[in-house]
């Protein structure tokens, strides 16, 4: 079926050309990872080894003056239940075109068809543009709101959405309406989002700022958040007892000079999941903040340097009637391996609510660990060998904000992180990456009483990404 669709895209651009026309963009990505101790114990490391890969396509139908239909087509992408709906990849080497896998002569190209991540119509005009559709939406720093527009994100935002974005001047202002979830063609089994968005943005001084709240809704029939909340530990035995009402807001600020440049983004989560424990109804009350601040190289110059710091609250095993865990988007990453990667033999980072398929582990998941429960800080400099190579060092502590388990005499230092990159860009639009991180797990990973293993974790990748 998707085949037909990009064929018949094919055929439309041919044949009625002097009409309309078809803009072609996308890219596409290589990568390979090989992360030796997830477990954090070597009598039982599980080590992960696995490539992916991954295109996508996204033609833009320009119909007349200020009116496009934007669409993106994803090819080759996971199709694990944890991963369905990202922009994760295929495995290579995931699977054989043969019944006996070790006597198959060509690879399996079953469930590695074309999906629709995105399709949407933009149209513009001098005051502002309306978007209708399935379209990405990011806000701020991608701390909570990420399209996954960078050339290694694995994971996206998108909206079933009305919007209509004002401009004046600076400023901008856009009202949204999203339907999130429909059961079926009743009425009252929806989850739909209510959103609104203020941004300043002034190009002339590098000022920047906005504030977006979302207000998720549900019915008590469409409400499924016992298979997200219920299987954490002080929420068993959680019942269904009412509709989601949830408000997202978050806040940000940035300002860029010759000689330094800034943001910061802060987030609060509050509402109601309608689940009863222990004959007490279940509230989201959590927070994060994350901040990056950069030096960047002078003119001629080779040395840049940048601190990216932040916290994200985490759920408290003591509390039934609050989840105070909040998770960072998955795209944002402040290092190679710690809050990237699953690791240890508890879910010290309260994540996870996440993790959709209770099939995966640390030893056999993806790059789908988030922030969550922890505070960090982490500098690093970036070192321009030529117009061609950087090489960027990054050194990352982190330590957990809320102890996650009721271990005795356990600790919050989860360690410190060494990031070494080679980052090789032969010419515009390709970009290969090498990446070496060693962990030094602190003793948060031991579970005090628990007396864990909290033994050295090192990986590596190497990717490529070509886009055009």
Known sequence: ??????????????????????????????????????????DNKQPKTYGLQYLYLNPKIVASDGINIISRFDILGNTQTGYRNSQMGSFIGGGFGSDSRVNS???????????????????????????????PFEFGMGMTHNAGLKPFDHWYDT???????????????????????????????????????FEYDNKDNGAKAGVVQQIRKSSLESNDATTAIQPLPNFAGATLNGAWSSKTVNLYLGRKWTSFEFQIEASFLTGETGLVVAGESVKFNSYAVAAELLFPKAEGGKWEFGTKLGIASGDNPNTTGVYEGYQMDRNYDVAMLMFNHRMGQRDFLTTSILHTDPALNVGNSADDEAIGNAMYVAPSVQYSWNDKVDVKTTLIYGQLVTKPTLALDSSKDLGTELDIELIYKPRERIIWSNQVGVLFPGAAWKDGASDLRNQVNYGFATKAAITF
Do not use: C
């Open 105 to 135: 002569q060509n690879q399996d190209s079953a469930g590695t068809g074309i999906t629709v991540s995105q399709l949407y119509l933009n149209v513009n005009h001098e005051y502002g543009s309306l978007i209708a559709g399935r379209a």
């Open 159 to 197: 909206r079933d959405s009305v919007a209509y974005k004002f401009v004046i001047d600076n400023v901008s202002i856009m009202p949204m309406l999203s339907r999130v979830a429909q059961k079926d063609f009743g009425r009252g089994v929806t989850i739909s989002d209510e959103t609104i968005v």
């Open 1 to 42: 079926m998707m085949r037909s669709i990009l064929v018949a895209f094919l055929m439309l651009g041919g044949s009625v050309a002097s009409a309309i026309s078809i803009d072609w963009s996308g890219g596409y990505r290589i990568e390979f990872f090989d992360i030796d101790n997830p477990t954090l114990d070597r």
